[in-house]
């Protein structure tokens, strides 16, 4: 490769989103309005604190809203993906598909 070829598409990974579990935590949620917390703790096989401390990421990046209420007497946590969390989400599997299609045209996956 010479030195004035186009910046690495693995640069344009997201470290916040790229984090395999926030990726599939903003992926679940991407695919529906709204998700309770023990719905995606049990889709992504995390515990409590693992998926709450994730969680926790996303929220302060903007990118999940967390509502906390209750459903008849017992209290849920219902999750859902912002715009922003849409956008940085699509951003993502953009970098994803342009760093496959680098590695398809020049790499080992010819």
Sequence with gaps: MSGDDTTHPALALDE???????????????????????TLRDQLQLSDGNLS???????EAGLVEIR?????????TW???????AAALRQEIAALEQLVARMRATG???
């Design 79 to 85: 999750l859902k993906l912002t715009r922003q969390g």
């Design 108 to 110: 080992p996956l010819r």
């Design 16 to 38: 916040t989103v790229h984090q395999r579990f926030r990726l599939g935590i903003m992926a679940v949620l991407a695919e529906t309005a709204e998700c309770s917390f023990t």
């Design 53 to 59: 401390r994730h969680l926790r990421v996303l929220e």
């Design 68 to 76: 906390k209420g209750y459903e008849g007497r017992k209290p849920c």
